[in-house]
């Protein structure tokens, strides 16, 4: 037995020497980088975490995980263990980390709505086992963002039973024998679903990280507000650091109108290779980006929001301007009602050539090789799916007589209440309603169905069921305004309430859409909860 | 025959009764972070208020048989203290995290009838320099002549995810868990004495509860709301989502499920009246239980949740607590509110339990 280990670790040697050979290119992560990673790990950590004969630092060298991740990872060691760390040392050991111990832009595909910090949503096709076991008390992106194998996973088991007295005790936990379930299957399904080495890392890895600098054209949709289109520009600042400069334009996606222009300057790093994040200040309110580059450093998708308010922003396309990035990112709106003059706006890269709609007569009002303005018109024969054609380019366009039915987006709302005095400001839900026509076929709910986009509406909230109704939820839990947005009541318990509960409540809300004789509605689901105390970078 | 069965059991209790007549009666409860109230509760007055050395979060509290020591459990279940309900000294203390490099959790402790030994059940945590272990849950037996630094004098396995424990007349330790284990305190052995995650109750799927509240001083039963569904009917009938009472005498030792209502709301705790006819059960709402149809005699609102509720030897006034700073009183046969005991300074009282005491 004692022969083999020098064996398999010459044999091991060797392996990752010949793979060097056969990739000569300059590394992601220079030398110089990484001895300095190292030494902070060595001097922050190491005191707990020691050092091996090989270089590995035990547990830290088996885990991988996002910045945030690993932000969070050194937030703990802190508030629990007593790690004292100056904030710049922080952020270098994220970068390190993030950088030689990370994910691939496909280990973090499926999870980037929360990464991103959207609110409201459902983790969709989650094992229902694991999301019994894990993700009640945190989302199960937490879980499926990291990659670490079993005997790792297992560790982070301990770490849970050890800190949280009450995890066997919680629904969901009491029926089962969760810490053994925990340490057992869960541990070893979590250990082949999200092992510590994966091809797709070793590829990324490999891969070469590009320089995000030059100018870039964004998209991107607010809810409840309308369309932007506008420029980011990016210039490097050294060791994966940049300072950007932003100029945007709002269109109300219902009017066409020109809305704001939103200008400001902003610092951004890349971890990873590809997980853009920003800060910015524009028109003076601070925001913030969490964005990813595709693999080829081209273009870049995620999340805008006001630092804030997470809740309120908007998800983003970017396009590098490159010669090869030419087409059009976006129409607002893209639905054009037979018979009525409409404005839109058509935003993209180098756009250039002929505009034209077939069966609708197109005037340009005004045109850039990014941003092109026309006046649509067509005629009632002409309804149906059809196009926008721009030179070379085209992108979908409805044509429609009328709207059939609505739909009201998110069809899940939460809302929650805060201020009154209290530390958490409240947090609103931003609803929308879509108009659709049916389709070909004529039936509502089928996949020819045409999305019209956002339609003017009246809202309102009522009790979603018996149980609210007895509680009066629609009284206590706060107002809808004009433009869809829930804002939830004050925080703190309501002695007029019966309990003298606080203002949650279990909401419809209802938007009715007049049309000369007809009126249709829609609705959706809204919970009005509480605050959350804590907002980790990763819920 | 059912009524001879009443006769015997007011005779029983008759004889309880009269043994505390005499003495008046006190509720001890505490609240955060680190006091300890002793309540004349039928002059609705705090009589008493002791500070509880380094303490955070008191929850159980356990009566010496005698009634003049406190056991509190404390620090966020990782102490037991104990205090002298005259003095307010503190006469007793187990860090229960005593093996070197643990972190611990109490789920439970109960005092032997004799007053010499408190049974406790842990669940420990070995901390390493950068990871943890968690380990089996055990039984710490401490005797209570231990000191300020008592260590257990004796030590047993037991399972996991236990949450309340009660010592019998006889002696016999009882632990609620995944199922009800007797224990034997000097060998550690135990048995299930009454299934539930493995019970055999036709028709019925695994049980829920979680007791944490000890409501037995005063008619010597433990009871606690359980909840549970009738596989036998169809899944959209209301009908099949139960609600029972589990009960112990803990004088006879025997286990009784009174199936009582569907479970239309959240019930955290219950008492039974010492006649043994009625029961009362605890959330938002305060239930009163005909224990003989069995069924939902009354049902009111309170004007905030309540996780105790306990009752008066006489079983004429009904007791709620915890959550926030006030014990609301309840007559026990229209549940009319008929006072109330606010503490001082309004503290959280938290999940800390309510005891009653004679002396």
Not at chain 1, 211 to 225: E, L, N, Q, R, T
Not at chain 1, 268 to 275: A, L, P, R
Not at chain 1, 333 to 346: C, D, F, H, S, Y
Not at chain 2, 64 to 71: E, L, N, V
């Amino acid at each position: 037995m004692k022969f083999i280990a020098p064996i398999l670790s010459i044999l091991l040697l060797t392996a990752g020497l010949s793979a060097c050979s056969e990739a000569p290119k300059k590394s992601n992560v220079s030398e110089a980088e990484k001895v300095a990673g190292r030494t902070l790990v060595s001097d922050n950590c190491s005191g707990c975490h020691m050092e091996a004969e090989d270089g590995t630092f035990s547990r830290i060298s088996f885990i991988r995980k996002t910045p945030e991740g690993w932000d969070m990872n050194i937030a703990r060691m802190m508030i629990f263990h007593g790690l004292e760390i100056e904030p710049q040392d922080r952020r270098a050991l994220v970068k390190y980390l993030a950088d030689t111990q990370g994910l691939a832009p496909s280990e973090t595909a499926a999870h980037r709505d929360i990464l991103e910090r959207k609110h409201n949503v459902i983790e969709q096709g989650v094992d229902p086992d694991l999301a019994a076991m894990c993700a009640r008390c945190h989302t199960y992106a937490r879980v499926a963002l990291q990659r670490r194998d079993k005997a790792e996973w297992q560790n982070l088991v301990h770490m849970h039973l050890g800190q949280w007295a009450s995890i066997e005790y919680q629904m969901l936990a009491r029926e089962r024998d969760w810490r053994a379930d925990a340490l057992g299957p869960v541990a070893e399904k979590l250990g082949k679903l999200y092992p510590l080495k994966t091809t797709q890392w070793t590829d990324w890895q490999k891969a070469e990280w590009k320089d995000m600098s030059g100018s870039w054209y964004m998209v991107g949709h607010v809810p409840g507000i309308g369309d932007m289109g506008g420029s980011m520009t990016v210039k490097a600042a050294g060791e994966g650091k940049y300072q950007t400069a932003f100029n945007m334009i709002f269109t109300d996606d219902i009017t066409g109108a020109e809305g704001i222009n939103l200008t400001g300057m902003g610092k951004s790093i890349v971890h990873t290779g590809y997980e853009w994040r920003g800060t910015a200040t524009l028109n003076d309110v601070k925001y913030r980006q969490i964005w990813a580059a595709s693999p080829d450093g081209n273009r870049m998708t995620g999340r805008f929001f006001k630092k804030d308010h997470p809740e309120d922003g908007m998800t983003i396309t970017a396009w590098r301007n490159i010669p090869e990035n030419n087409g059009i990112m976006s129409i607002v709106p893209a639905a054009l009602k037979a018979g009525k003059a409409t404005e839109i706006v058509i935003s993209g890269l180098n756009l250039s050539g002929d505009i034209s709609i077939p069966g609708a007569e197109v005037t340009v009002k005004q045109a850039s090789d990014s941003r092109i303005v026309i006046s649509a018109l067509a005629l009632a024969g002409a309804t149906g799916p059809a196009k926008i054609t721009v030179g070379n380019d085209s992108a979908p366009l409805a044509i429609y007589l009328q709207v059939d039915y609505l739909k009201v987006t998110p069809e899940y709302g939460i809302s929650r209440v805060g201020g009154g005095g209290g530390p958490i400001p409240k947090v609103a839900a931003q609803f929308e309603a879509v108009g659709y026509t049916f389709g070909p076929d004529g039936k509502q709910g089928t996949d020819d169905d045409v999305n019209l986009g956002r339609l003017p509406v009246i809202w309102q909230v009522d009790n979603y069921s018996p149980a609210a109704a007895a509680m009066q939820d629609a009284k206590y839990a706060g107002h809808i305004t004009e433009n869809g947005t829930f804002i939830p009541a004050v925080a703190g318990p309501n002695p007029e309430r019966k309990y003298g509960t606080n203002n949650a409540g279990d909401l419809k809300v209802i938007a009715s859409y007049h049309n000369g004789t007809r009126t249709l509605t829609a609705e959706a689901h809204l919970i009005a909860t509480v605050q959350r105390w804590n907002n980790p970078p990763i819920m | 025959m059912v009524k001879k069965l009443i006769i015997l059991s007011m005779m029983l209790w008759g004889t309880a009764l009269l043994s505390v007549s005499s003495a008046k009666e006190y509720m001890i409860v505490g609240a955060r972070p680190d006091k300890l109230y002793v309540i004349d509760i039928k002059a609705r007055k705090v009589e008493k208020t002791f500070t509880i050395p380094d303490s955070t979060a008191p929850q159980n509290i356990v009566i010496s048989p005698d009634g003049k020591i406190a056991y509190v459990g404390t620090n966020h279940l990782r102490s037991i203290v104990g205090i002298d309900l005259e003095s307010g000294d503190v006469v007793f203390r187990a860090d229960l995290d005593y093996k070197d490099d643990e972190r611990t959790w109490n789920y439970g402790f109960d005092i032997s009838p004799d007053g010499s030994e408190i049974y406790s059940y842990d669940i420990p945590t070995k901390i390493y320099l950068d990871r943890f272990e968690s380990r089996e849950p055990r039984l710490s037996v401490f005797k209570t002549n231990g000191g300020l630094e008592a260590k257990p004098v004796r030590e047993f396995p037991l399972p996991r995810r236990i949450h309340l424990l009660m010592v019998a007349k006889s002696g016999a330790l009882y632990a609620m868990g995944w199922d009800f284990y007797k224990v034997d305190v000097q060998t550690g052995k135990y048995e299930v004495a009454y299934p539930l995650r493995n019970w055999t109750q036709k028709n019925l799927s695994q049980p829920d509860a979680l007791a944490f509240w000890p409501s037995w001083d005063n008619n010597g039963i433990f009871s606690t709301p359980i909840f549970y569904a009738r596989t036998d009917m169809a899944e959209d009938n209301m009908e099949r989502f139960r609600t029972g009472l589990l009960t112990l005498d803990l004088k006879t030792e025997k286990f009784d499920l009174i199936d009582f209502q569907s479970a239309p709301e959240v019930l955290f705790s219950s008492v039974i009246h010492p006649d043994r006819k009625t029961a009362y059960a605890v959330y938002n709402t305060l239930l009163k239980i005909d224990l003989e149809k069995p069924h939902t005699a009354k049902r009111i609102d309170l004007n905030h949740t309540y996780y105790q509720t306990d009752i008066s030897a006489d079983g004429t006034e009904v007791y709620v607590g915890g959550t926030t700073c006030d014990v609301a009183i309840y007559d026990s046969t229209d549940l009319k509110h008929i006072g109330e005991v606010k503490l001082p300074n309004c503290p959280d009282m938290g999940a800390t339990v309510i005891r009653m005491i004679h002396k």
